[in-house]
């Protein structure tokens, strides 16, 4: 079965402490992405990886981290740096679309973690 | 900038139909996806437009207006599983493609 796992579910961290979530897909999809959900907010872009080994800030990028060394993996690591990390983290990932603009298709999404720092 | 407004709550009967609208105003735009969210879980994609027009997708339907900068989805024949937030996404190009999202609907079905 194809898909896009993230783990684990729920984390919990210490305040101070750095943690890496993890995302991979199996479904050959080229872009993928992380955002970060907070109640009553919409999905805010946190960074964004079209290839291999290159990526982009998205809106919310100070105090994450990422790296794309593989297509199938886009590991998110959340720092000290972020004042409330606390969140919902989703990732993401999209085939190339298909008009030849470089606009990417629909995005998929994983099951999502949930990180409190305590 | 991108703003995206959809209403925050709606409710809704059990084999009613409910329409849920989204309005834009963004530049570059080239696309606009709705997606369902269930409590604690991913979004799952419903449906995608491009062009001007409606999208039917069995009891899910989406419209575009590209000049009024509006969509609606269209949920028929109401099941209590249909109970969920649903998102407005807009692509649009920054150097890259990307989605930019509203806030979501949160649609109570009760019976």
């Known amino acids: 079965d194809g898909g896009i796992t993230q783990s684990p579910k729920y984390l919990f961290r210490k305040e101070g402490q750095n943690v890496t979530l993890s995302c991979e897909q199996n479904l050959n999809h080229d872009a993928m992405y992380w955002y970060r959900q907070d109640p009553g907010q919409g999905l805010r872009l946190i960074y964004y990886s079209q290839i291999v080994n290159d990526f982009q800030k998205g809106d919310i990028a100070e105090g994450y981290s990422v790296s794309r060394e593989k297509k199938e993996s886009f590991p998110l690591t959340v720092t000290s740096a972020q004042k409330n990390p606390t969140a919902f983290y989703l990732c993401?990932?999209?085939?190339?679309?298909?008009?030849?603009?470089?606009?990417?298709?629909?995005?998929?999404f994983g099951p999502g973690t949930r990180l409190t720092v305590l | 900038g991108q703003n995206i407004d959809q209403p925050t709550e709606m409710t809704a009967t059990e084999g009613a139909i409910v329409q849920i609208n989204c309005t834009y105003q963004?530049?570059?735009?080239?696309?606009l996806f709705w997606y369902q969210q269930h409590a604690g879980e991913a979004p799952t994609f419903l449906s995608y437009?491009?062009?001007?027009g409606l999208e039917e997708k069995g009891r899910f339907s989406s419209f575009l207006s590209r000049s009024k900068g509006y969509s609606y989805l269209l949920l028929k024949e109401l099941q209590m599983k249909d109970s969920a937030s649903y998102l407005c996404a807009v692509r649009v190009w920054r150097g890259y493609s990307t989605l930019t999202f509203g806030k979501g609907t949160m649609l109570l079905v009760s019976p």
């Open positions: 963004t530049s570059g735009f080239n696309g």
């Open positions: 993401a990932s999209s085939p190339p679309g298909t008009s030849g603009r470089g606009f990417t298709d629909t995005q998929y």
């Open positions: 437009n491009v062009l001007d």
